[in-house]
C-alpha cells in the first residue's frame, strides 16, 4: 500500500475517518481551492487537482470494494467518484463549446450529489452564456441555499437580473457580492454599469475607479483599458455623448392621434403581463417587473389594485348577510385598505432590512398580490353555489397563489433575504388583514 500520509495531512483527516468523514474533508477543502470558486487564483485550479488525486487515493485505499463490510456505503463514495467523473467531462465538453453537453453531464452529477455546489456554479455559467436568464436566477437560487458566502453566485445573480431588466435588484446583488469578495473586479464593474444606468453617475464613477485598481492588481490589462474607456467617456459633455434631438424631432400631433397608441401600450402592459406571473410567481414575476420601467410598473400596479378592488365591490353584492349596511363609497374603502396597507409594510420592511427598492416595486407587488386575493372573493360567491368542496379547492389554489406573489415579490424584486421574508410575508398578511377588518367592523 502506498504511503498515505502525505494524502491525509492534505485532506487533513486520519486514517481511521470514516467515509462520511473523509467525504466532509474533501467538501471542506474543495471549496477552499475550487477554481469556480476563486478564479482570481492561478495556482487554484493545481491545488484542486492534487486534492481530487489525495481523495480518490485514500479513499481506494482504506475502502476497498471486497473489504468494506458496508455496501451501501463504498455505493455512495462510488457515486461521488463518478458524479466527478462527470463534472470532468461536462467541463471540457464546455471548453469545446458543447454546451448543450455539458448541460446534461452537470445535471447527472447533481443528480448523483445534490450537493455539487461547484456542478451548480458552472450549469448556472452556462445558462448565462446561452442567455436563459430565468435558468441563472434559479441555479443562483440552488447554490445559495447550499452556501449562502459563494460570491459568484451572487455576481450572476446580478447578471441575470441586469439582463432582465432591473438595475436596482441587480445593484443589490453586486453589493453582496463585493461584501463577500472586496476584490471581485467584475462585480465593481458590473455594479458600476448598473448604476450608470439609473443615472448615479457619482458612484457609477466610485465603483468603475474600484474596478480599474482591481484588473492592474490582477495583471488584466485589457479590463483595465475596457473600463477606463468608459470613465473618460463619463467625462465628456453629455451634448457630446448624444446627437442633437432637433433633427429627429417629430411633429406634434393631436390628441386623437397620440392617444390610442399610449392606450394600446397601457392595455397591453396590464392584460399580457398577468399571464406571465399568475400561474408562475418564481419564474414569472421578477421578468414581469423587469421589463417595465418604473413608472409603467407603477401604473400597472395601481390597474392590478384597481382590478381586485372592483372584485371585491362585486363579491359585495353576492353576500348582502354582511355588506347591507355598508354603502357604496364604505365598500370602497374596504376594497383599497389591503392593498395600501400591503404597500406601506413593503416599504417598511425595505428599510428595516436595508434593501434598495422603489415605491414602484412596493406598489407592483401589492397589485399583484392581491389579483389571486380579489378573484377568490368574487368567485366565492358564485362556486359556493357548487358546494363547500369546490370553494375549498379554488381557496387553497388561489391562497396559495397570492403567498407566492408576495413572497417571491419580496426576494426577487425588492430583495429580502429568504430569512427576511419568511418573517415578512406573514407580517404583511396579517397586519393588512387586521386593518382591513378593524375598518368593516366600524363601517358595520
Known sequence: MADLQPYLQLLQVSKDATLAELKTAFRRQARACHPDLHPDNPDAETEFRKLSEAYEIVSEALYPVKQNPKFEEFDQSKRGTKAQALYVRATEKTAERDYDGALADYTAAIELEPDFLEAYLKRCQI???????????????????????????????????????????????????????????????????????????????ADLQQAVTLFEA???????????????????PPFSRRRSASKFKAKPSSWKQSQPSVWKRFAKDVFTTIPKFFVNP??????????????????????????????????????????????LWERMVLGIVPFLSLVFMSKLARNFTHTRGSWASDVFIGGATLLPLGLLTFLSGLVIKFGLLVLIIF??????????????????????????????????????GGLTYGIYTVFA
Open 218 to 236: 490582477q495583471g488584466d490589462r485589457e479590463e483595465v483599458h475596457r473600463v477606463q474607456g468608459m470613465l473618460q467617456e463619463l467625462t465628456r
Open 395 to 432: 381557496s387553497v389554489y388561489l391562497i396559495c397563489d397570492a403567498i407566492l406573489m408576495l413572497y417571491f415579490g419580496c426576494t426577487q424584486i425588492n430583495n429580502l433575504s429568504e430569512q427576511s421574508a419568511t418573517l415578512a410575508v406573514p407580517t404583511l398578511f396579517l397586519v393588512s
Open 282 to 327: 418564481s419564474g414569472g414575476l421578477l421578468p414581469t417587473f423587469a421589463r417595465l420601467s418604473p413608472r409603467r410598473a407603477l401604473e400597472v400596479g395601481l390597474v392590478y389594485a384597481g382590478m381586485s378592488t372592483l372584485c371585491f365591490l362585486l363579491a359585495a353584492n353576492l353576500y348582502p348577510q354582511f355588506f347591507a349596511a355598508i354603502v
Open 127 to 205: 445558462r448565462y452564456v446561452l442567455g436563459d436568464d430565468v435558468g441563472v436566477l434559479a441555479e443562483c437560487s440552488h447554490i445559495l441555499k447550499l452556501d449562502d458566502t459563494v460570491a459568484q453566485a451572487y455576481y450572476y445573480q446580478g447578471r441575470a437580473r441586469f439582463q432582465l431588466g432591473s438595475p436596482p435588484s441587480a445593484i443589490a446583488a453586486y453589493s453582496q457580492a463585493i461584501s463577500l469578495d472586496e476584490e471581485y473586479a467584475p462585480a465593481w464593474l458590473h455594479r458600476g454599469q448598473a448604476r450608470l444606468e439609473l443615472q448615479e453617475t457619482k458612484l457609477a464613477r
